[in-house]
């Protein structure tokens, strides 16, 4: 009962994390986006997101900074591809036995200030500019 209501949790936060970030994918415009927002939801299969995190989240980052340099605004930086990369490094350092001590809070801490970042870059964004 236990494993099944922890897995359902986690199953429903991931579910969670990829609305939201399939949902910035939506406010940038189509001609500036790395990836299609419905290619977010790959990360609810188990395992891919060892690998696909390294897609997902620099992509967003880059399809931000391509819209917002197309508009001439250079305050938003690099919009988080760092973050996106050292998020998914650690995601991948979760499965490596002592490692993941550290790593599984570090990525908990990084996927939060990517998401308010995100965030910040989403409503930056005109909402039908899309």
Known sequence: FIIGGSLAISLAINAVICFLISGCFK???????????GMVWLLMIPCVPLVWNFFVFPGLAQSFK???DSVGNTEVGDCGAQLGLFYSISVACCIIPCV???????SL????????????L?????????
């Open 66 to 68: 391509a819209y917002f």
């Open 122 to 130: 989403k409503n930056k964004i005109p909402e039908g500019s899309a």
């Open 27 to 37: 406010r940038i415009p189509q001609r500036f986006r790395k990836m299609e927002p």
């Open 100 to 106: 993941n001590y550290l790593a599984g809070p570090v």
């Open 109 to 120: 801490v990084l996927l939060i200030i990517i998401l308010v970042k995100a965030f910040e």
